[in-house]
């Protein structure tokens, strides 16, 4: 074989992973968090489950982009790991339109009409309303002008005159189940390589369209392919939680027992297929557009029988991988970890990206306000050694609180790297500044409880009616905290933003009242002015936290709050 064939195979299929890679992540931008909102609503059962699996794989043009999806919405508390399994399930079906779309190339010679869609995919591109569509005809052009590529140069190789390689695929037994099981396990082998069962497939399609590999050693590869298309969910999964790792290892574990059943029964469940597609597996037919029918009903047939027999195992598929992945060690809550992003990004969107950021905003604004609870416990603490503690628990929560401000926004700096779309890009504008935020009312917090501190190392104390308004101001600031938590946690079209106004007002005018009275009570000699500068302090902070907390609640509103 020429070099430059071999360069030629090589490109087509650079080629087609890449136009499948351009084409999927550009219906992603096109669909944006409409996907993420349809996998997070439309799973309330198995068979729904089912369903949205196959419509966002069959959107996307990629299982293994749906799979990491449900993985991190399984990383992310968005759907529970029974959910996922039928996702998956889903998705195994809606990945088969991939094999078909094949087929079709191979049926028809596209090479006449791609070059006039890279015309109108480069003039969409240029324009800003409709370059995602560009985008995606670029990438169906990739896909097809490389299958193009692929049968030309299969037909030019002229593989079914090769003796050498007749030879070779001739001597293995067709009709050998160990002959079965090696080429199932190549195929798994090659696809884990390559990273794409798609490019496999049209290897799988040029081969046996040549006439050098039976159609039964074909359809091993495809089985093949199915195992190996569940190493990128695992890959992804590794630095994820506990569920999300089991919600990946069910996907191997669905294709795995798959295959099994139907190496059981192999020989007569391809002539099935066969006959349902009038093709003679045993009669060493070479029509290319027969043969690719053939893989790709087979592929189909495969998956959906598939399906329908285990989607009503999904409790005890739960059951086997909850027993083959244990929960790791229980997590401190006062020890540093970010619980939804990590360094691992295979085959993971932007969009997929902001959804973790946001999870992780979730949980840092949650333990912020855990570190104020901890603030108002430490000012009614009197003993000495339990203040030192909870002292001291404050002081770290406040380095958890930096160094989470920097990982993520270093994750999301990695994020906007990528080519991403005007409404992604101002979610990561908003949450930059929200994370921002989130740090400063931890600095906030500290504050408070460094004063309480110095108050407590000195020899004056509160007054009781110092104390009652302090408590009052800490209910106020905890309710705009709370509101905040609401807000990040929720749906923002559901919340109403004036309630978190109306409570920053109240610590504004509650701030000035007690402004007005320290002068007094100073003045009148009720106090000191050392204890009543640490009072105000206090006050002060509260006020300037409340600001913060309105500063979170605008940057994920996307409004300003009108000056007053």
């Known amino acids: 074989m020429s070099i430059w064939i071999f360069f030629k195979i090589i490109g087509s299929l650079a080629l087609l992973i890449y136009g499948m ?119 169906i052009a990739f896909m097809f002008f490389s299958l193009a590529m692929l049968s030309e140069t299969g037909a030019a190789m002229d593989l079914g005159h090769n003796e050498e390689l007749l030879r070779f695929f001739s001597s293995f037994d067709t009709s050998s189940y160990i002959t079965i099981v090696i080429f199932l396990l190549i195929g798994t082998l090659l696809t884990c390589i390559l990273q794409s069962s798609a490019a496999l497939m049209a290897i799988t399609m040029v081969l046996c369209s040549s006439g050098v590999l039976p159609v039964y050693l074909g359809i091993a590869l495809v089985m093949g392919e199915n195992i190996g298309t569940t190493a990128t969910a695992n890959l992804a999964a590794l630095g994820a939680n506990t569920q999300a790792r089991r919600a990946a290892l ?3 574990v669905f294709n795995v027992f798959g295959v099994f059943w139907v190496l059981c029964c192999f020989y007569p469940f391809v002539d099935a297929v066969c006959s349902f597609v009038n093709y ?12 690719s029918v053939v893989l790709a009903a087979f592929h189909t047939s495969f998956n959906v029988c598939n399906t329908c027999i285990l989607v009503w195992f999904i409790p005890q598929i739960e059951r086997l991988v909850c027993w083959m992945i244990k929960p790791r060690g229980t997590d401190d809550e006062d020890e540093f ?10 085959m993971k969107t932007p969009e997929l990206s902001v959804l973790e950021a946001q999870k992780e905003i979730q949980a840092f604004a949650e333990r912020i306000q855990r570190m104020f609870g901890f603030v108002r416990e430490l000012l009614g603490t009197q003993n000495d050694a339990d203040f030192n503690k909870l002292f001291s628990r404050i002081e770290k929560y406040e380095g958890i609180s930096d160094n989470m401000e920097i990982e993520i926004a270093k994750y999301l700096d990695s994020v906007s790297d990528a080519h991403l779309s005007d409404e992604t890009k101002a979610k990561i504008r908003a949450m930059l500044r929200e994370i921002s935020e989130l740090e400063s009312i931890g600095d906030s917090c500290y504050n408070i409880a460094r004063t309480i501190n110095r108050k407590m190392a000195g020899k004056e104390d509160f007054t009781e009616r110092q104390y009652e308004h302090l408590h009052q101001m800490f209910e106020l600031t905890d309710d705009s905290l709370t509101q905040m938590n609401v807000l990040l946690t929720g749906r923002k079209d559901n919340f109403d933003v004036n309630r978190s106004f109306n409570i920053e007002n109240e610590i504004n005018n509650y701030r000035n009242q007690l402004k007005s009275q320290n002068i007094n009570d100073v003045n009148n000699h009720e106090y000191t002015y050392a204890i009543g500068t640490m009072y105000m302090d206090i006050v002060s902070e509260c006020e300037k936290l409340g600001d913060y907390v309105v500063n979170v609640v605008e940057a994920r509103m996307g409004t300003r709050q009108k000056d007053a």
């Open 280 to 291: 003679d597996p045993l009669s060493g037919s070479t029509d290319p557009v027969k043969l």
């Open 21 to 139: 890679k351009v084409m999927s992540e550009a219906l992603q931008k096109m669909a944006g968090s409409q996907l993420r909102h349809i996998l997070g609503t439309m799973t309330k059962n198995r068979v729904t489950g089912i369903i949205t699996g196959m419509f966002v794989t069959c959107a996307v043009q990629s299982s293994s982009a749906t799979t990491v999806m449900t993985v991190s919405f399984v990383n992310a508390g968005l759907l529970t790991l029974a959910q996922a399994i039928s996702v998956i399930m889903g998705a195994n079906i809606g990945t088969t339109l991939t094999a078909w779309i094949m087929s079709l190339g191979f049926s028809f010679n596209f090479t006449n009409v791609v070059f006039p869609a890279f015309i109108i995919a480069i003039l969409l591109i240029y324009t800003r309303r409709h370059r995602y569509l560009g985008d995606f005809l670029f990438g």
């Open 250 to 252: 069910a996907h191997l």
């Open 337 to 346: 970890r970010l619980r939804y992003i990590g360094g691992n990004a295979i």
